[in-house]
């Protein structure tokens, strides 16, 4: 049974709210991704006895009128492996391939990089 088929199956009973509706497809989507990226984080799925269901709640605990996406899956990761986190990096291309985002010194050293995480320390 695949991870997807592991995590739908545990819906198919439970009572969810509109926020873990709201995001149980891109949550479900993420959890696959980062199982195939790294078999210590898909084993410890496979083997916590914790639900997608609960998973989904535990997410969207004490949110008020909005979370951002990369806090979503935070959440989600930690619940069934607390202590991981997730790093997010976002690169713009203004459809130059990202010429016009470089300095003199960047375009000898590759594309410019944004880590997300530095962002959103405030």
Do not use: H, W
Not at 11 to 36: P, Q, S
Not at 51 to 65: E, H, Q, W
Request: net charge negative; charged share 30%.
């Amino acid at each position: 049974m695949s991870i997807k088929e592991k995590l739908t199956a545990e819906l198919t009973d439970a009572k969810l709210g509109k926020y873990e509706t709201a995001v149980k497809n891109a949550v479900m989507k993420t959890i696959c991704k980062f199982c195939e990226q790294n078999a210590e984080f898909k084993q410890a799925i496979e083997q916590s006895g914790k639900s997608f269901a609960d998973c989904l709640k535990a997410t969207v605990k004490g949110v008020g009128a909005s979370l951002e996406d990369l806090e979503v899956y935070k959440r989600a990761v930690a619940f069934y492996f607390p202590g991981a986190d997730i790093k997010c990096t976002m690169t713009l291309d203004l459809g130059d391939g990202g010429f016009s985002s470089k300095t003199s010194t960047e375009a000898d050293s590759g594309k410019l990089q944004l880590d997300l995480d530095s962002l959103l320390d405030f």
